[in-house]
């Protein structure tokens, strides 16, 4: 993936000379901004209500069971385990646990890029 604007450039410059190979009904997908993505996702001007997060299949499943543990507490309210859940991510010493993991998982050798 592209990292900056130089880079962009070149795959740009790539993806143009290929474009002349390509079939006129090839699909194709379009080119993401993560940050300038994630700015439009905080302003939220569109009033989205929906979460999605990509994750593992271990993952997965523990968050839907603590969600769901969430919601029975609420009183079944998804706005209540929504602002329960951001709460908590305010809480949590997301800096401290990523130095812990990684201390830890250096011992083992493995990266958090290749943990299991």
Same mark, same amino acid.
């Given at each position: 993936?592209?990292?900056?604007?130089?880079?962009?450039?070149?795959y !740009?410059?790539?993806?143009l000379?290929?474009?002349?190979?390509?079939?006129?009904? @090839? =699909?194709?997908?379009?080119?993401?901004? =993560?940050?300038q993505?994630?700015?439009?996702?905080?302003?939220?001007?569109?009033?989205s209500?929906?979460?999605?997060?990509?994750?593992?299949?271990?993952?997965?499943?523990?968050?839907?069971?603590?969600?769901?543990?969430?919601?029975?507490?609420?009183?079944?309210?998804?706005? !209540?385990?929504?602002?329960?859940?951001? @709460?908590?991510?305010?809480?949590?010493? !997301?800096?401290?646990?990523?130095? @812990?993991?990684?201390?830890s998982?250096?011992?083992?050798?493995?990266?958090?890029?290749?943990?299991?």
């Amino acid at each position: 993936m592209p990292r900056g604007k130089t880079e962009l450039k070149a795959y !740009l410059q790539r993806c143009l000379e290929r474009v002349e190979r390509v079939p006129d009904d @090839e =699909p194709w997908s379009q080119i993401r901004f =993560p940050r300038q993505e994630a700015k439009r996702r905080v302003s939220n001007e569109k009033q989205s209500k929906r979460i999605v997060i990509v994750t593992d299949p271990q993952n997965f499943a523990e968050f839907h069971a603590m969600r769901e543990a969430y919601m029975r507490y609420c009183d079944e309210n998804p706005t !209540l385990v929504a602002l329960a859940i951001i @709460e908590a991510m305010k809480a949590f010493d !997301l800096k401290a646990w990523l130095e @812990e993991k990684e201390d830890s998982d250096h011992v083992l050798g493995k990266t958090l890029h290749n943990s299991e």
